[in-house]
């Protein structure tokens, strides 16, 4: 299932494409995060340099995800996938592809796209799948929000 998410930041791809490696979240907690959905926490490039074949990490309250980048346009396109999980939802997610686009609206705008492709396997996958769809799309907004305060 696929998960598509948009917003304009009123900053210039220079200054977004630095939070898609090195951003840590607001302390906020919204309602849904109560749900049991993972809050983001933190994204972060633990070996300290991007590039396609290089780790991302996304950092959870319940556990973290590690990504390798598969494709690595700086400043335009950062598309990677999951390796392997420590959350709850390991057993029954056999992939995560994930990809952010920046395009700049005027000079100190960029609509910033976020598309995550998700599988699911096993009993009742298709209504896993909706379930995981529906928490993901809150992590886009939340996420996207946090990084639109960012430096603001």
């Not at 340099?49 to 995800?65: K, T, Y």
Request: net charge positive.
């Amino acid at each position: 299932m696929r998960v598509r998410t948009s917003i304009i930041i009123g900053k210039p791809p220079a200054v977004v494409w630095p939070l898609l490696c090195s951003s840590k979240m607001d302390t906020s907690i919204p309602c849904f995060f109560r749900l049991g959905i993972p809050k983001p926490v933190e994204c972060r490039l633990p070996d300290g340099r991007g590039g396609v074949g290089e780790r991302r990490q996304c950092v959870s309250n319940r556990g973290v995800i590690q990504q390798r980048i598969t494709h690595w346009e700086e400043g335009k396109v950062l598309r990677f996938q999951m390796e392997e999980t420590n959350l709850y939802f390991r057993p029954c997610v056999t992939a995560i592809l994930e990809e952010f686009v920046l395009e700049p609206v005027d000079t100190t705008s960029t609509k910033l796209t976020r598309t995550t492709d998700i599988s699911v396997s096993g009993f009742a996958s298709y209504a896993k799948s909706i379930i995981m769809c529906a928490g993901m799309k809150c992590v886009h907004r939340y996420v996207f929000k946090s990084w639109a305060r960012e430096n603001d």
